[in-house]
């Protein structure tokens, strides 16, 4: 989806912003402004105290900007949002996506951290798929520290697990990247939790950790992000020995 779509959705409330955050991080058409004041390339940045980074989703509304601030500009580009924004300046006081359209929209400072976190779990998300990228994924996995999984707590069983639903009857644990990830699966189990007169607890696991931890359950397998919003990708319990064994 095009961050101008997400926008449009979100706008008519079809979507919320965490869905619209994640659909500008991982789009993967941007074209940025830059100049040659340095080789290769300078991205450019707005002049003055806030200082403003330019994202445009395609050719056509670099050019409306282009236009309306009646200058010719280098770009380069395609580029994803997962590999910009985690590049971005901490000073940076505005995020603009599509200055100029109708459809343009901004993120300020203090979400800054929230989209480099975003695009880090992206980042994950993305190389989970890539069999070319095996390496790569592994190493992130390791170094990321900020997935979750989620337990129940009370009852007559205490601290327990949640498992993902399965139609195969397979224990599988889910695990996840992101925040709207695991807040779409939390909101999923809650009531099915509160019946058991329990209640869910989320607990955040750095990588080195987890994985050497999920080795020692006795489970059929893992499962990332199993009812979205990223793609789910399930692993026998094999895959949490390899990369609680592998040096990153």
Partial sequence: MKPSEAFYKFSQKEINGA???????????????????HAPFDVYFGEGEDLTFYLFE??????????????????TGPFSGWDIVPHLRDSLQFLNINSEADHAFHYQNRQIPQLKKLAEAIAIETAMHDKARADEFFDRLKRYEDFKMLFRSGGETGMQLVL?????????????????SFQLFLDQMTPIIQKEVCSPYVMTRKGTELFAQLATIPADGVVFNPVGYARPKAFAMQFCNV??????
């Fill in 19 to 37: 869905l619209l955050m994640r659909s500008v991080v991982s789009y993967s058409g941007y074209i940025l402004p830059a100049s040659l004041q």
């Fill in 243 to 248: 990369i609680a064994n592998h040096q990153a």
């Fill in 164 to 180: 993902a639903p399965d139609n195969q009857g397979r224990k599988l644990i889910p695990i996840f990247t992101a925040e709207d």
């Fill in 58 to 75: 395609d050719n056509e509304n670099f050019e409306l900007w282009c236009e309306e601030n009646d200058q010719e500009q280098l770009f």
